[in-house]
């Protein structure tokens, strides 16, 4: 049976824009890896036997953490193709809903992981960057003085250019991408060839020697080996634009074994040159290949950068669509590709943050220091979660559910407590934006919980209210009013504050809900539901997924099929405008209950973020304390 060549091509496309996006982080991890594996610091001498065990474990490391933890294990629990942290903590608490017990602890758990990504998201832009431009000084010393200003203007381009969106340069991701690993897989092969004792390192005992016959030291420098799969969490986020077939098919092909021949071949430089621990992955070029690799290397790590960083947006806009952080602006940056979005008050914060820790840390190895603790803390949390999908949500036995997350558990533990050594010189950095970020999203989903039970608490009920009204109805004026309120079932305090200062009614009431499914799409098909209440009202939910774009205009005419159309110009939306009033005794400490009220008031507008033409919305304030 043949194939359909269109379903090849659409492979091929897909699998080279994966390499572009989804690799660009482990595919620059050669940069610092080995570099840091073996730094002199660590007291572990560089001879022969350490170089293999070293290089061993690396290699085993892939293999192990990506290969099969995440590209065989981790992508198969997807939420209906999405992955991610946030995408996993949604599947993971539908899994449990008949579980209550484990709810608190894997909402924890998810908002962490969560957290921890942030730190992810300013390291990798700073420490790739850096680590590609320090290149410079291998030529010549006299360039030194040049780095930190070249990967300062590096990094401020790069941040300028997101409002661009990655459509435009997209297609130039994957041909790039595969340049570099071409590159690194030559210069490996071609270094191997001069030490082939190097190939020893394939045995997986010299690697278990190497971090266990070391002392303290090898327990140490797991913290190094760590650097090698940093970008393995990339491969799971983002599944969803590419699908798992294409990621495997790019990991197992091409990325996998050219990372195995560039660490293999930078282990027999070290061994034929020991010298080369300065900078391993440069010197395995010849003098006329340096100043092409800085800048396909820059060129590379400016892509792992911007996948990072998209990830950083994608991931922002899940929390904020599951309840987690506060509204933002989105934009769209394709028409063609939902995935593609802008968020300028993220981008901003984040650009200010990396240019504080280049700036602040001044070079990749100081760098290293910092970088381990967010990556494997969200990767621990990744494998915790995981286990609640495949037992509750799959029905798999408990002792295999326990097998197979428990092994991942156990590498996780090593190489996050290894990290975790590294919090004095620099690890506190990440972990101080993680609390920082996991504070902020608690708080938003406690003071979000507390508002509206606080207002449940006064709701009027909507059928009783509409049948009192209709007793003596009010004055009816031509137009359609949509009164937005979140339980369906309650009076919207902007219908109660209309009918007593404006003490009219419009013809047409709708009465509106939005509801933020825990799936990442729902099709137009389920999109809305329409239930007519009789004298001219309607309720209507509008349900998104927390990937999907909440235009609630374009939605609305979905209504059409059920009986319910709206024109725009002659449809007024009404809005309630709540101002929170902090009060000692609610549901939170009170400086948490005022952090909450600052995060609303600096919340984007409903009408943006719901796409509410700005020119026919009403809105009225009212007092809420909490």
């Known amino acids: 049976m043949e194939t359909d060549p269109r379903l090849k091509?659409?492979?091929?496309?897909?699998t080279l824009a994966a390499l572009g996006i989804v690799y660009g982080d482990i595919g620059t991890s050669p940069?610092?890896?080995?570099?840091?594996?073996?730094?002199?610091?660590?007291?572990?001498?560089?001879?022969?036997a350490n170089i293999l065990g070293g290089i061993s474990a690396i290699f085993w490391v892939l293999m192990l953490v990506v290969s099969l933890k995440y590209v065989v294990l981790i992508m198969r629990a997807h939420n209906k193709g999405e992955g991610g942290i946030m995408a996993l903590l949604a599947l993971a608490s539908s899994a449990v809903k008949h579980h209550p017990?484990?709810?608190?602890?894997?909402?924890?758990?998810?908002?962490?992981?969560?957290?921890?990504?942030?730190?992810?998201a300013v390291l990798t832009p700073a420490i790739s960057v850096l680590s590609a431009v320090e290149g410079l000084e291998v030529g010549t010393s006299a360039l030194k003085p040049y780095i930190l200003p070249v990967a300062i203007g590096v990094l401020i381009t790069l941040f300028s250019f997101q409002r661009f969106g990655t459509a435009r340069v997209g297609a130039l991701f994957g041909p790039i991408v595969i340049l570099w690993f071409l590159a690194l897989g030559i210069a490996g092969a071609s270094s191997i060839a001069n030490a082939p004792a190097i190939l020893q390192a394939l045995n997986p005992l010299h690697g278990i020697v190497f971090v266990t016959h070391h002392g303290f030291a090898s327990f140490v420098v797991l913290g190094a080996v760590l650097l090698a799969f940093t970008g393995a969490e990339a491969l799971y986020a983002d599944m969803g634009h590419f699908g798992s077939e294409p990621i495997r098919i790019a990991w197992f092909s091409l990325v996998f074994p050219a990372l195995?021949?560039?660490?293999?071949?930078?282990?027999?430089?070290?061994?034929?040159?020991?010298?080369?621990?300065?900078?391993?992955?440069?010197?395995?070029?010849?003098?006329?290949?340096?100043?092409?690799?800085v800048a396909l290397a820059t060129a590379a790590t400016v892509i792992a950068s911007q996948a990072t960083?998209?990830?950083a947006y994608s991931l922002t806009k899940q929390a904020i669509q599951l309840g987690y952080l506060p509204r933002m602006s989105v934009l769209q940056t394709s028409a063609k590709e939902m995935g593609q979005i802008y968020m300028p008050g993220v981008n901003w914060m984040l650009l200010i943050v990396v240019l504080a820790a280049v700036v602040g840390f001044g070079s990749s190895s100081k760098l290293a220091s910092a970088y381990g603790v967010a990556v494997t803390g969200t990767m621990l949390v990744t494998t915790f979660?995981?286990?609640?999908?495949?037992?509750?949500?799959?029905?798999?036995?408990?002792?295999?559910?326990?097998?197979?997350?428990?092994?991942?558990?156990?590498?996780?533990?090593?190489?996050?407590?290894?990290?975790?050594l590294k919090v004095g010189s620099g690890g506190w950095f990440p972990l101080v934006l993680g609390a920082v970020m996991f504070l902020l999203m608690l708080t938003w989903w406690r003071g979000r919980r507390a508002l509206v039970a606080r207002l449940k608490s006064s709701a009027i009920p909507l059928e009783d209210f509409l049948k009192s009204l209709f007793d003596y109805p009010p004055h009816r004026v031509p137009g359609t009013a949509v009164f937005m309120v979140a339980d369906a079932s309650a009076v919207p305090h902007a219908l109660l504050h209309n009918l007593a200062h404006n003490k009219v009614l419009h013809e047409r009431v709708v009465f509106l809900t939005v509801v933020i499914e825990d799936v990442p799409w729902v099709p137009f098909n389920e999109r809305v539901t329409v239930e007519v209440l009789g004298n001219g009202c309607w309720r209507v939910r509008i349900h998104f997924g927390f990937k999907n774009r909440t235009d609630v205009p374009r939605a609305l005419e979905l209504c059409h099929s059920h009986g319910l159309a709206f024109e725009m110009m002659e449809t007024s939306f009404f809005l309630s405008r709540e101002t929170l009033i902090p009060v000692a005794g609610g549901g939170m400490a009170l400086w948490r209950e005022r952090l909450f009220a600052a995060m609303a008031r600096n919340a984007s507008s409903v009408v943006e973020y719901f796409n509410i033409p700005t020119n026919r919305v009403i809105e009225l304030g009212t007092q809420i304390e909490i």
């Not at 017990?101 to 992810?120: E, N």
């Not at 071949?265 to 440069?282: E, H, R």
């Not at 995981?386 to 949500?393: A, L, M």
């Open 31 to 48: 940069l610092y890896a080995v570099k840091e594996t073996f730094a002199p610091s660590h007291g572990i001498p560089l001879e022969t």
């Open 9 to 14: 091509q659409s492979r091929a496309a897909l």
């Open 385 to 420: 979660l995981t286990f609640f999908v495949i037992r509750f949500g799959w029905g798999y036995n408990l002792s295999l559910c326990i097998l197979a997350t428990g092994s991942f558990i156990v590498v996780d533990l090593a190489f996050f407590s290894s990290s975790l």
């Open 101 to 120: 017990r484990w709810h608190t602890s894997i909402l924890l758990a998810g908002v962490l992981g969560a957290a921890l990504f942030y730190g992810d």
């Open 260 to 293: 195995a021949l560039n660490y293999l071949g930078q282990g027999a430089l070290l061994m034929t040159s020991p010298a080369a621990i300065s900078n391993p992955f440069y010197l395995l070029y010849p003098q006329w290949a340096l100043y092409p690799m």
């Open 309 to 311: 960083i998209s990830g």
